[in-house]
């Protein structure tokens, strides 16, 4: 069974982001958490839509060059 629910170690682990980094977006809201009694906890369904709403896509300046040039060494 997959965790629904993650703690500040596991979301640390999983973004590959500093635990200080991350308190620091909770205090700031930031980020989407749950408090459960005196408990952070982070939903990774709601984790992983913040991140895709929160991806910056290429330019199409850039999408252009690719396709004309190839890759960018």
Known sequence: MNKRFLN??????????NK?????WVSEKRI??????NTLRFD???IEDWINKNRVKPHL???KYRRNYGKIH
């Open 8 to 17: 500040i170690s596991e979301l640390s682990e999983y973004t590959g982001m």
């Open 20 to 24: 200080k980094t991350l308190y620091n």
């Open 32 to 37: 989407p958490y749950v408090k459960m009694g």
């Open 44 to 46: 990774i369904k709601e």
């Open 61 to 63: 300046v850039w999408d």
